[in-house]
């Protein structure tokens, strides 16, 4: 990190500035108090668009929830379509945001193909078994396929998500690449992804 810190964009489903339930909702909150506690400057890049308007949250991420909460599972032209304007906002806010580092916070719903797409360092957070399912409803990412081994790091939440995202993504990401860091203090985890997101950049430096 250097002494002015680093731009960092967080990305993921669902995005609430209060404490909630959800675990994400829970956490990235956390986060990213911590990282701009540290002199960060973060952006949020989120789901949701009834929710509320909050400084620095931008909610137009397409994701595949129905807005009852059900799980859509639309067929590949549409899946495609879904894909490609979550790519095109993210291309976007990487265009006007410069950030040097991806934490992907709550990846649940989320386009598969979303995940390695910047080619910045990269840190995924593990907090449900989306990379297990996500293929299901992802019919893009299942027929065409994605990269993980495009994620700098992983980290999941417990020993069992690390065994099942293992399993999932196979041969495809190196096994030394994904940790786990158990979600039950909030600060305290966000303190450990603070650290495994400097590890990652450190790893991975941003291009330029």
């Known amino acids: 990190m250097t002494s002015d ?10 995005y ?19 990282l701009r506690g540290r002199g960060d400057t973060v952006s949020i890049l989120t789901t949701d ?6 400084d620095g949250v931008d909610r137009s991420l397409h994701w595949f929830r129905a807005a009852d909460g059900s799980w859509r599972r639309p067929a590949r032209l549409e899946a ?11 291309g976007e806010i990487e ?24 080619g910045l360092p990269e840190l995924a ?15 893009r990412a299942r027929q065409e396929g994605w990269d993980p081994a495009a994620v700098t ?4 939440g417990d020993v069992t998500l690390r065994d099942a995202a293992l399993t999932a993504l196979g041969d495809r990401v190196d096994p030394a690449a994904v940790h786990v860091d158990p ?18 950049v450190a790893a991975r430096p941003a291009p330029g």
């Open 16 to 34: 609430r500035a209060d404490a909630a339930t959800d675990v994400g909702a829970r956490l990235w909150p956390a986060l990213v108090a911590a």
């Open 183 to 200: 979600p039950g203090d909030a600060a305290g985890w966000a303190a450990a992804v603070t650290a495994r997101l400097d590890l990652a």
């Open 49 to 54: 668009d009834s929710g509320p308007e909050l």
């Open 125 to 139: 957070c593990v907090l449900d078994d989306w990379p297990v399912y996500g293929p299901q409803v992802d019919l």
């Open 95 to 118: 265009q006007s945001f410069r950030p040097q580092a991806v934490v992907w916070v709550a990846l649940g719903g989320l386009p598969l193909t979303l995940a390695g797409a910047t």
């Open 80 to 90: 495609s379509r879904i894909s490609r304007r979550a790519l095109l906002r993210l």
């Open 153 to 156: 790091a992983w980290t999941c």
């Open 5 to 14: 810190g680093l731009r960092i964009l967080t990305v993921g489903d669902r």
